[in-house]
């Protein structure tokens, strides 16, 4: 009888028990993207709401955007989103956030703050995609982007797509960010974004009624991030050369001239479809020396050289062309980030792996020391393909006319 009396109140909690931390859809407004400011001494949060309507009726599909865009302000993060009470009727939910633009000037107060905010709110995810943006982020959030009803989802799939077919830019996650200022070096690179074209932003629905739009958002230079703060910018082609460094190109295509030096027109190309860099450091005269040996396999595009391709020592000049305009373009890199003193080529991280007793004498030094490591590129290139022509289109021509 005992053993009844203490069974029958954990059967009843049972029967009773429900969806205790359950979400109403009404009650909530989904944020599908995030933008970070600072402007007056507060920070600035913009969040892009999704509009629930717009997605599911079609008919309202070209009449109104499928996302509101809106802002609160103050002095701390959790400040500026309690405000947001004062101008929804709809507790934000970041749950489904997929990502957060930092503007240039939140970026050089720094990202402390944001991220000791995703750190400590369990409604975040470690796996949102961060951005930055050399304007304000909220204009980013407010352009709406062709073929994508929600311009944050949008944006999302542009970086996957980048990652995949260019790799000039790699899809940086708040837990990569983390992992990377939180790790040896403290240093991080991120994707840039801007808008391109006029100046007439494309905030309006029917504007995309056009064939055409006056402005686009466009991935566009890296952000180097050192402790938490940006300290710099670095181009599309240094930014390539970073990813070479750092074993992150996955596909992409490199066009190369017919010229040994590589000043002539650059009217070749190679699709390169697996890529693999490794880093050796050692130390020589007092110095760090960093070995680079990457590897490349490809399928030639364009050849608009000299030579015949079914010969294979054309193949192997051709070979060394494409080398060393991809040493040409590690140089680059290399050049940026060592301008800039950011360890973002994870070289510190190479000293720390392989010397860890070394690494813990110079750790403190090592943004001073680091500009001075001297780099030495390795490269091999393989042509797995050169298509069906074994010469160019114009010999192939002659040869048709004689």
């Known amino acids: 009888m005992n053993k009844w009396r203490l069974l029958l109140p954990l059967l009843a909690c049972l029967l009773v028990t429900g969806c205790w931390n359950r979400v109403e859809l009404n009650d909530i407004a989904v944020i599908s993207a995030t933008g970070i400011d600072w402007k007056d001494g507060n920070w600035v949060l913009s969040y892009q709401v999704v509009i629930p309507q717009a997605i599911s009726s079609q008919s309202a599909a070209g009449n109104s ?3 509101n865009v809106f802002s609160t302000k103050g ?8 405000k947001a009470s004062q101008e929804t009727s709809r507790r934000l939910y970041f749950s489904h956030t997929q990502i957060v633009i930092i503007g240039q000037e939140a970026a050089r107060k720094g990202l402390g703050p944001f991220l000791d905010t995703y750190l400590r709110n369990h409604d975040s995810r470690e ?4 951005y930055l943006s050399k ?6 959030l407010e352009q709406l982007i062709p073929l994508e009803k929600i311009p944050g989802a949008a944006i999302q799939r ?8 260019s790799s000039t830019f790699r899809q940086m996650t708040v ?15 991120l994707p840039g974004l801007t808008v391109s074209g006029a100046n007439e932003s494309v905030e309006r629905a029917e504007q995309l009624t056009h064939t055409s739009t006056p402005s686009k958002v466009r991935l566009s230079e890296m952000a180097l991030i050192a402790g938490d703060k940006l300290v710099g910018w670095i181009n599309n082609e240094e930014s390539q050369g970073v990813m070479w460094l750092t074993n992150h190109v996955k596909k992409t295509t490199i066009p190369f001239a017919c010229d040994e030096d590589g000043n002539g027109q650059k009217s070749s190309s190679i699709r390169i479809t697996h890529a693999k860099t490794e880093q050796y450091p050692r130390q020589s005269n007092g110095k760090w020396v960093m070995q680079i040996e990457a590897s490349a396999v490809g399928t030639l595009m364009e050849y608009n050289c000299e030579g015949d391709l079914s010969k294979p020592k054309q193949v192997a000049k051709v070979e060394k062309l494409i080398e060393g305009e991809i040493s040409s373009i590690m140089e680059q890199g290399w050049k940026a ?10 070289f510190g991280n190479a000293i720390h792996k392989k010397y860890p007793r070394q690494w813990s004498q110079i750790s403190e030094s090592w943004p001073e020391m680091f500009p001075d490591t001297e780099v030495k590129l390795s490269v091999k290139v393989k042509i797995n393909s050169t298509g069906m022509s074994g010469s160019g289109f114009k010999k192939e021509q002659k040869k048709g006319s004689k």
Not at 158 to 165: A, F, K, P, V
Not at 176 to 187: E, I, N, P
Not at 337 to 346: E, F, L, Q
Request: charged share 20%.
């Open 65 to 67: 955007a499928a996302v």
């Open 158 to 165: 542009m970086i996957t797509n980048e990652e995949m077919n």
């Open 337 to 346: 980030v060592r301008r800039h003193k950011a360890d973002v080529v994870g």
């Open 75 to 82: 002095e701390s993060f959790r400040s500026a989103v309690s």
């Open 127 to 130: 796996t949102v995609s961060v």
């Open 135 to 140: 304007g304000s982020a909220r204009r980013m």
């Open 175 to 189: 837990h990569q960010v983390l992992l990377d200022l939180l790790g040896t070096t403290h240093a991080t690179g």
